[in-house]
T-cell receptor, first 119, second 114 residues
Framework: DSGVTQTPKHLITATGQRVTLRCSPRSGDLSVYWYQQSLDQGLQFLIQYYNGEERAKGNILERFSAQQFPDLHSELNLSSLELGDSALYFC??????????????????FGEGSRLTVL | DQQVKQNSPSLSVQEGRISILNCDYTNSMFDYFLWYKKYPAEGPTFLISISSIKDKNEDGRFTVFLNKSAKHLSLHIVPSQPGDSAVYFCAASASWSNTGKLIFGQGTTLQVKP
């Protein structure tokens, strides 16, 4: 158990709809990251928040948006859904900024993912 | 543009033998590299990392080697165990960017046969 909680675990919806994925980071972690894993693809970085502020952005579509709330949980909103948006969406967290030696914290802790199916 | 590539989608080895997973990167700004392991229906979990100031890092049965000139890293698992069967992702970051953004490869599925 990584300590990162994602809901819902599974979601089936129709094209054109809007969904919200929720992530609660590990206790004490200030950074939240969102990744998308499509079929046979690696993990594609979407966006990162640090203590409520957007820190980095990847190839996130304009139809997607995210935010981090004062209690540090985060939500990823996906709108005008298309078939190609079907994927596993992972949330990850870290104490500070991951991806390097101290003062970066080195690693991310991932949740179990939310599987989105768009029909 | 795939900045981190794992060219072998799958690898099968016998229990007790060595598993070698490879990863190539194109961005010379990357200076920190990580390996993650993922079991079905679970999120990726951190395995081992290496900074560009080193060329080797070892943790028990797992060793990561970094060849900066070739922009190549590899993960060695010795001896391999059936429980090591999973998808392995390599990831890279530019730690100076201070964002924590990790760029992942496509993953290699390792099967360790008893």
């Amino acid at each position: 158990d990584s300590g990162v909680t994602q809901t819902p675990k599974h979601l089936i919806t129709a094209t054109g709809q809007r969904v919200t994925l929720r992530c609660s980071p590990r206790s004490g972690d200030l950074s939240v990251y969102w990744y998308q894993q499509s079929l046979d693809q690696g993990l594609q970085f979407l966006i990162q928040y640090y203590n409520g502020e957007e820190r980095a952005k990847g190839n996130i579509l304009e139809r997607f948006s995210a935010q981090q709330f004062p209690d540090l949980h985060s939500e990823l909103n996906l709108s005008s859904l298309e078939l190609g948006d079907s994927a596993l969406y992972f949330c990850a967290s870290s104490v500070g900024v991951a991806g390097g030696i101290l003062p970066n914290t080195g690693e991310l802790f991932f949740g179990e993912g939310s599987r989105l199916t768009v029909l | 543009d795939q900045q981190v590539k794992q060219n072998s989608p799958s690898l099968s080895v016998q229990e007790g033998r060595i598993s070698i997973l490879n990863c190539d990167y194109t961005n010379s700004m990357f200076d920190y590299f990580l390996w993650y392991k993922k079991y079905p229906a679970e999120g990726p979990t951190f395995l081992i990392s290496i900074s560009s100031i080193k060329d080797k890092n070892e943790d028990g049965r797992f060793t990561v080697f970094l060849n900066k000139s070739a922009k190549h890293l590899s993960l060695h698992i010795v001896p391999s165990q059936p429980g090591d069967s999973a998808v392995y992702f390599c990831a890279a970051s530019a730690s100076w960017s201070n964002t924590g953004k990790l760029i992942f490869g496509q993953g290699t599925t390792l099967q360790v046969k008893p």
